[in-house]
């Protein structure tokens, strides 16, 4: 996605408004948790006991406390590139973390960081899970790199993200004469591209369509921006639609009432990839491993 206008996004506004989003996200996250929950589920199927686990893009922290109960001997790390989002999940578990760690493993480390220059060493990780980070991404390839390199070998990238389809009657309801008013999301396939060229192996994807329902338009904006999540194209409109503009918006949404409620579209795309044997060495030069025969020593 490098150089493409179509996902180029602000991000030194991104970091402000993650910032000023830290104390009010978690009273609207029932996306982000109900998609956290069936990542969870999916590790039902996966044989994994990771010894470290990055929880990248980890916001306040509420997933690090359920990787903690499927994998309570595992050492936790959470990074974010918001510093208030860090500072809530600090002071949420503080004293608690304090009172569980007597004479048990201590609470999750945490660490402010951008995704693309992750401050962990090589093969420092049993599992990075990110859940709803790299749509925020305007290309994903640098991260899926790093996330390669910390990863140990054989260990697993775990993640979610949203697709084109997100906020899709908001989108076709918005004035697009004045630049983009939702911002793009990148599609499956061109993650998966993105993984491969990473170094992953072996990825698998799914997608569905998730639908949360709202009073009325004010509804769904408000929970954009008490979580974070407005619009932060670098062609987003500077200016105002004016009332006209918000108004045909209302009554264009309001064709989509069902039952009372207007619908919002998440298209969320669940994924996870594995770090393999490498293949070359950093400088290009081919590995060759000798496997003994079968009744050998």
């Given amino acids: 996605m490098a150089g493409d206008a179509d996902f180029a996004l602000d991000r030194k506004l991104l970091i402000r408004r993650f910032g000023r989003a830290a104390a009010s996200c978690d009273e609207v996250a029932m996306l982000a948790r109900e998609v956290a929950r069936r990542m969870d589920e999916r590790l039902d199927y996966i044989r994994i006991e990771p010894k470290r686990i990055l929880d990248l893009g980890c916001g306040t922290g509420t997933d690090l406390d359920g990787l903690g109960r499927r994998f309570p001997a595992a050492q936790r790390v959470g990074a974010d590139f918001a510093l208030p989002m860090l500072a809530r999940a600090r002071g949420a578990r503080g004293l608690l973390d304090r009172l569980r760690a007597l004479g048990k493993p201590q609470g999750p480390a945490l660490a402010c960081a951008d995704a693309a220059a992750l401050p962990f060493a090589r093969a ?16 994903p390839l640098p991260a899926l790199r790093e996330v390669h390199r910390v990863l140990e070998v054989d260990g697993m990238l775990m993640f979610s993200t949203l697709g084109p389809d997100t906020l899709r009657e908001l989108r076709a309801a918005l004035p697009a004469t004045q630049g983009e008013r939702v911002h793009r999301f990148i599609d499956m396939h061109d993650l998966g591209d993105a993984l491969v060229q990473a170094g992953f192996s072996d990825p698998v994807m799914d997608m569905e369509v998730l639908t949360l329902t709202y009073a009325d338009l004010d509804e769904l904006l408000r929970d954009l921006r008490l979580s974070g ?63 003994p025969r079968p009744g050998k020593g």
Avoid at 127 to 136: G, I, K, P, R
Avoid at 257 to 265: F, S, W
Wanted: glycine share 8%.
């Fill in 124 to 139: 420092s990780m049993s599992l990075v899970w990110s859940n709803l980070m790299l749509n925020w991404l305007a290309d």
């Fill in 229 to 291: 999540c407005t619009n932060a194209s670098v062609a987003r409109p500077r200016g105002l639609s004016g009332k006209g503009g918000w108004e045909a918006a209302r009554q264009t949404l309001e064709a989509l009432r069902r039952d009372g409620r207007l619908p919002a579209t998440f298209e969320v795309v669940q994924g996870h990839a594995w770090k393999a044997q490498p293949k070359t060495t950093e400088d290009g030069r081919a590995i060759v491993r000798f496997q």
